[in-house]
């Protein structure tokens, strides 16, 4: 069966979501994300690198270098992550593995599947980073001084 993201762009949305959490103009090293997110570093560099491409992080080399977001947390949704990362969705692409299927061609899944797969489409496209660490932020207990 089909898993809606690739891991690889799993690990893009944590890291990217760890640098909307951070206060504006703040620079983080690659492994400072890998031990804040607990992300392989190795593995975490070369998504920064694809995320780097599509512009959606800023990278800065030398002492106290690092990365942030290319744009506003706001400006920056989850279907922009899992673009730099993989690339177009497939449009066909069938739940059950079997390559392509449509409403030509269905695989036993299709009718209940393909409006799913729309539904996640457009909640990739209207959830934002910034809408995320919102979220986070709301479950944290506060605390009194």
């Known amino acids: ?26 620079l983080s090293p690659v492994h400072e994300i890998a031990s804040g997110t607990g ?19 800023r990278a800065f ?15 920056i949704s989850l279907a922009a992550v ?5 690339g177009d969705f497939p449009e066909n692409t069938c739940v059950m593995g079997l390559g392509s ?11 209940q599947w393909a409006p799913l797969r729309k539904e996640f489409h457009r909640l990739l496209q209207e959830t934002s980073l910034e809408t995320l660490v919102q979220t986070e932020q709301a479950k944290r207990p506060l605390v009194k001084s």
């Open 101 to 111: 299927c449509s409403d030509v061609a269905p695989c036993p899944l299709h009718n």
């Open 39 to 57: 992300l392989p570093a190795a593995y975490l560099a070369k998504i920064m690198r694809l995320l780097i491409r599509a512009g959606l992080v």
């Open 1 to 26: 069966m089909l898993c809606l993201c690739s891991h690889a762009s799993e690990l893009a949305i944590r890291a990217a979501i760890h640098l909307a959490a951070q206060p504006p103009g703040k």
């Open 82 to 86: 899992v673009h730099a990362v993989e």
């Open 61 to 75: 080399r030398g002492p106290g270098g690092g990365v942030e977001l290319g744009r506003p947390p706001g400006a």
